[in-house]
């Protein structure tokens, strides 16, 4: 693997996609830590030091940590996730969406374009948010300082400004690196805001009692959970397929076998970040009325990220948004009719509706395995963790394991064929 790396720093043209997607991944953190406009960064550095636990340390995870230094890449890229992920889900109820994802490339251009403006929208919403939240006191709970000082309607309106051109940025930045660099540019934003907090999450496991016997297990338990990430998405479930021979003119096209690959996990990721976006909405609402029963059975089950309530409910979710995000993305009665279309068919399967309804009973079967594999991987470490006894803040999971080596494949995969295409070994030999 060294070798194909040198090998690939060798090529001019693809050092050059590696040089220029690690310069716009030090943009990225460099944006990071630039406060915007009307914060106080000395008062934040006390409010980050003081505060014990925020609920919305996922999103600043994804973030960075831009989140809780009020950065102008505050929101990070959480915006146009959101904004993907709910594109993804209107194709059910919007018949044009539907429409335009079968037009092809033209159609893609489109889908892509509302996702940027529902992208900028979405932004302008959650800066709102922080900022509200910042100047009540309720993102940083125990801070004596106000982190934004002398705030005005016309300061926050900058604000606002500022953190929602830094949404527009850094989705910029994510599709140059699509376009001139190697990967895909979104992917690789959101691995490295997880790689510049992964450090000192570890780090925070190593101080007090047991600082060391803590850090080791974890150190096992990513290793653990590391293999098990590859295995599982790198595991395909081949449905064979056979295509009918056929005369085109004086010759004979088809009549190959190729296979239809199905993943365990087909879902990814998404239904984890469902799950964790969901889960910190009763706890957003619960600090509007801190003193009310409610409010305090939320904040005692779900606040600190663990206990049975918080387990339980994390895991029906990541199953339910498994099966329903699969459904989604994989549809047996089109990939049927594709076949049909073009003369394949699974040996021992009827074309058509026979043929769809083993497709879609193969996948519910790997798709039952695949949710509660995420469902593991997810609360494995906060089980873990909470054993350990722990900072009940810590946001190192098994999603931020999930994201690291899947988007390491993937770009591994991705330098490899390029590497392929000029002749050389590659990654993967």
């Not at 989140?67 to 959480?78: H, N, R, T």
Request: proline share 5%; with cysteine.
């Amino acid at each position: 693997m060294l070798r194909a790396f040198a090998q690939a720093f060798r090529t001019p043209d693809l050092r050059n996609k590696l040089l220029f997607s690690l310069a716009i991944m030090a943009i990225f953190r460099f944006g990071a830590f630039i406060p915007a406009p009307g914060v106080s960064y000395a008062n934040v550095q006390i409010c980050v030091n003081a505060s014990n636990q925020s609920i919305l340390d996922m999103v600043n995870l994804f973030s960075g940590g831009g989140l809780l230094q009020l950065s102008v890449f505050a929101l990070g890229i959480m915006p146009y996730i959101t904004a993907s992920i709910i594109m993804q889900l209107m194709r059910v109820a919007v018949p044009r969406l539907e429409e335009l994802h079968k037009e092809g490339q033209s159609g893609q251009t489109k889908i892509t374009q509302y996702t940027r403006y529902l992208t900028i929208a979405l932004g302008v919403l959650q800066s709102v948010v922080v900022i509200t939240m910042a100047n009540t006191g309720q993102l940083f709970p125990g801070c004596t300082v106000d982190p934004m000082p002398n705030a005005t309607p016309w300061s926050n309106m900058l604000t606002v400004l500022a953190m929602t051109a830094g949404t527009g940025l850094i989705m910029w930045l994510g599709e140059l690196i699509t376009e001139r660099g190697v990967g895909n540019g979104m992917s690789l934003l959101i691995f490295t805001s997880i790689v510049a907090s992964f450090p000192t999450q570890l780090i925070s496991l190593a101080g007090g009692a047991n600082g060391v016997l803590n850090f080791s297990i974890m150190i096992l338990l990513i290793l653990a959970i590391t293999l098990a990430v590859t295995f599982v998405e790198l595991t395909q479930r081949r449905i064979p397929v056979q295509y009918a021979k056929r005369m085109v003119g004086r010759r004979l096209y088809g009549g190959s076998p190729t296979y239809i690959p199905l993943k365990i996990n087909q879902s990814g990721v998404i239904p984890v970040i469902f799950a964790s976006s969901i889960l910190q909405l009763p706890v957003l609402a619960a600090q509007f009325a801190p003193q009310a029963a409610w409010s305090v059975w939320l904040q005692q089950h779900f606040l600190l990220s663990q206990g049975p309530w918080y387990m339980t409910v994390y895991a029906l979710l990541i199953i339910f948004f498994a099966f329903f995000y699969t459904s989604i993305t994989f549809n047996p009665d089109e990939v049927s009719d594709n076949m049909k279309k073009y003369g394949g068919f699974i040996p021992g399967i009827r074309a058509g509706k026979p043929t769809a309804e083993y497709l879609r009973y193969v996948m519910n079967r790997l798709t039952t395995a695949g949710s509660l594999y995420l469902a593991v991987v997810a609360l494995l470490p906060v089980v873990v963790i909470s054993a350990m006894g722990a900072s009940s803040t810590m946001q190192f999971g098994g999603t931020t394991i999930m994201i690291m080596v899947g988007v390491g494949l993937q770009t591994v995969r991705e330098i490899d064929s390029q590497l392929q295409q000029r002749h050389y070994e590659g990654f993967l030999q």
